[in-house]
């Protein structure tokens, strides 16, 4: 099973940029699709972005799409979130996931299996 750490998030003021990292442990990174949700206080955890296995397909939400970008570096066992134009919307704590399949172009939390521990970002107005 592999297992997962965020790092990267942090305070930014709104209109700013945050990366955030995951780095996988464990097992073959490679093996698997990956993706990045988030929770905010109250509310369920949400969709943020996906990627394949090989990075080749990408899928987002309308909420982030243009603004976040979903990498990985295979040979680093590392998976990226590039978030630019930060809204404080965009507040919550930020997870990565891992499944051996990606299901769904939509995934929720239930179609990912490993989770990190996640990372806060909060945006100031």
């Known amino acids: 099973q592999v297992h997962l750490r965020e790092s990267g998030g942090g305070l930014v003021q709104a209109g700013g940029s945050l990366r955030l990292s995951c780095e996988a442990s464990?097992?073959?990174?490679?093996?698997?699709?990956m993706g990045w949700f988030r929770q905010a206080p109250g509310k369920e955890r949400e969709f943020v972005a996906a990627?394949?296995?090989?990075?080749?397909?990408?899928y987002y939400p309308d909420s982030v799409r243009g603004r976040f970008t979903i990498s990985r570096d295979n040979a680093k066992n590392t998976l990226y979130l590039q978030m630019n134009n930060l809204k404080p919307e965009d507040t919550a704590f930020y997870y990565c996931?891992?499944?051996?399949?990606?299901?769904?172009?939509?995934?929720?939390?239930?179609?990912?299996?490993?989770w990190g521990q996640g990372t806060q970002v909060t945006v100031s107005s």
């Open positions: 996931a891992a499944d051996l399949e990606l299901r769904t172009t939509r995934p929720t939390a239930e179609d990912f299996r490993s």
């Open positions: 464990g097992d073959t990174f490679s093996r698997y699709a």
């Open positions: 990627t394949t296995w090989s990075g080749g397909a990408k």
